[in-house]
C-alpha cells in the first residue's frame, strides 16, 4: 500500500533522549489528568441533566471530589480474598491499565514545533501500520479483564470475564472493518499521514457509515453504558472486579476511563481531521501551525467524552442478546458493504474520475440512512414481539380434585361442565 501525500515517517525516531522522555511524560501526565476531570465533570453533567445537586461538599462546587476519591481508595485496605489465584489476582489489573497507556503512542497532538531549539513532532512516535498497533495493544487489555474474573474464584466475576471475552471480540471486528475504509481512501496506516490526508475534508463527511461504526464499537469496546455488560451490577454485582478493592479497584477505574481517552483519540484522528482546526477557524492561517492544534485536539477528544457522559445518563442497559445481536447482525455486515462501495470508489479515482468523491458521499449517506432504518425495524419487531409475549395467557381450566381433595373455586374459575351465573338487576339476584 502506498503511503499518502505528506506521509513522512523519517523525522521520527531522531530526538534526543530527553525529549522522547518529556514526550512520554508529557502523554502520562495528560492520560493521569484527564480521567480526574472526566470523573468530576460526569458527574456533574448527568446531575445536571436528571437534576441532581451532584458532588458539591470537596473543594469549590465540589471540584477536588475526583482527588478525595482517589486518596480514599488509595489510603483504604487492599483486601486479597481466601481462594485467589493471587499473582494472576495481582497482575490484572496492571494488564488493564498498561496498554491502555501505551495505545496513546501514536497518536498526534500537533505539527512539527520546536522545543528548545529543537524541531520535533507533537507525537512520541509513528509506524506505518500505527492504527493496527493501537489495536493490537488494546486487544491486550482484554486479558485483564478476563484474568481478573478467572483469578478471584468467584461465580459473578468469572461471568462478567466471559461477558466482556465475547464483547470485545464482538465489537474488534466491527471497529476493524470501519478502519478499512479510511485505510482504503487514506493510503496509508500510519496517523500522521491519515491526518495529513484529511486536510480541507474530514473522513466523518466522507466516510460517514464508517464513523457510525466505530462510536457504536467503541462503546462497547469501552464497557460503557448501555453497553456495561461485563460490569451489570443489577446481575453480577459489579462483575469481573467484584473482589477487587483498594488501589487495584481504582486501576480498573483508571484503565476504563484512560480508554475512553484513548478511542476518542483515535476517533478524533481518523474521522475529524486530528489535530486540525476545524472551519472556520481553518480560515486563520496560524490555526493549525505552532501549539494551537493541541487546543483543537482536546476540544474534539472533549466532544467525545461529553458524547460518552451523554449516553450514560439518557440510556437504559441492553440486553446480552440485543448487544450482541446489534454486533453481528447489523454492524459487522454494514461494515462489509460500506467497503466494498468504497473500494469501487477508491478505484475510480485512481482511474481518474473526479465524481468518486461525490459518490462516496451520496453512498455514506445512503448507508446511514439503511442502518438507522435497520436499526429501527429491529427495534420495533423486538417491541412488537415483546408486546405479544407479554399478553395474559389463558388460564388453565379449574380442576376441584387436582390436589386429591376437593377445593371450592376462586372469584373467576368455574366449575367444569358450569357456567357463572348472570347477575339479574330486576330479580336482585342471580338467575
Known amino acids: 500500500m502506498t503511503l499518502a501525500a505528506g506521509t513522512d515517517l523519517s523525522s521520527f525516531g531522531n530526538d534526543p533522549w530527553w525529549l522522547v522522555v518529556a514526550k512520554a511524560l508529557a502523554i502520562f501526565v495528560f492520560l493521569i489528568l484527564t480521567p480526574l476531570v472526566a470523573l468530576l465533570v460526569e458527574r456533574k453533567v448527568m446531575a445536571w441533566m436528571q437534576m441532581r445537586v451532584g458532588p458539591n461538599r470537596v473543594g469549590p462546587r ?22 485467589v489465584d493471587k499473582p494472576v489476582y495481582l497482575l490484572a489489573p496492571i494488564i488493564s491499565i498498561v496498554p491502555a497507556i501505551m495505545a496513546f503512542a501514536v497518536i498526534p497532538f500537533g505539527p512539527e514545533v520546536s522545543v528548545l531549539g529543537h524541531r520535533t513532532a507533537l507525537q512520541l512516535t509513528d509506524l506505518q501500520v500505527a492504527v493496527l498497533y493501537v489495536l493490537a495493544v488494546t486487544s491486550v487489555g482484554v486479558y485483564g479483564i478476563v484474568l481478573a474474573g478467572w483469578a478471584s474464584g468467584s461465580t459473578y466475576p468469572l ?28 493510503g496509508t496506516m ?39 455488560l461485563p460490569e451489570a451490577e443489577g446481575e453480577l454485582v459489579g462483575g469481573f472486579h467484584t473482589e477487587y478493592s483498594s488501589l487495584r479497584f481504582a486501576m480498573f477505574m483508571l484503565a476504563e476511563y484512560i480508554n475512553m481517552v484513548t478511542v476518542s483519540a483515535l476517533a478524533t484522528t481518523l474521522f475529524l481531521g486530528g489535530w486540525h482546526a476545524p472551519w472556520p477557524l481553518s480560515i486563520w492561517d496560524g490555526a493549525n501551525s505552532g501549539w494551537w492544534p493541541v487546543l483543537w485536539f482536546t476540544a474534539k477528544v ?43 470508489a477508491r478505484a475510480l479515482r485512481i482511474e481518474g474520475h473526479d465524481a468518486a468523491a461525490v459518490t462516496l458521499v451520496v453512498a455514506g449517506v445512503i448507508v446511514a440512512l439503511g442502518l438507522l432504518v435497520l436499526l429501527w425495524r429491529l427495534l420495533r419487531h423486538r417491541k412488537a414481539r415483546t408486546a405479544v409475549s407479554a399478553a395474559p395467557p389463558e388460564p388453565p381450566p379449574f380442576d376441584p380434585m387436582a390436589g386429591g381433595f376437593p377445593v371450592p373455586p376462586l372469584p373467576g374459575q368455574t366449575l367444569p ?5 348472570e347477575f339479574d338487576s330486576a330479580a336482585g339476584g342471580p338467575r
Do not use: H
Not at 486518596?71 to 485496605?77: F, G, M, S
Not at 461471568?159 to 482504503?184: D, N, W
Not at 490526508?197 to 462510536?215: D, K, R
Open 417 to 421: 361442565g358450569r357456567t357463572l351465573p
Open 159 to 186: 461471568l462478567g470475564g466471559l461477558r466482556s471475552t465475547a464483547q470485545v471480540i464482538s465489537y474488534e471486528v466491527a471497529m476493524g472493518l470501519s478502519f478499512a475504509a479510511v485505510f482504503l481512501d487514506a
Open 62 to 83: 465540589g471540584t477536588l471530589q475526583s482527588l478525595a476519591d482517589g486518596i480514599k481508595l488509595a489510603l483504604k485496605e487492599g483486601i486479597v480474598p481466601a481462594g
Open 302 to 344: 472533549w466532544c467525545f467524552l461529553f458524547v460518552f457522559i451523554w449516553l450514560r445518563a439518557t440510556l437504559p442497559r441492553l440486553r446480552y442478546d440485543q448487544f450482541m445481536n446489534l454486533g453481528w447482525k447489523v454492524l459487522i455486515p454494514a461494515s462489509l458493504l460500506w467497503i466494498m462501495l468504497v473500494a469501487t
Open 190 to 228: 500510519s496517523t500522521s499521514g491519515i491526518v495529513a490526508s484529511q486536510f480541507g475534508t474530514w473522513y466523518v463527511f466522507l466516510l460517514l457509515p464508517s464513523f457510525l461504526i466505530y462510536v457504536t464499537s467503541m462503546v462497547g469496546e469501552t464497557n460503557r453504558a448501555p453497553f456495561d
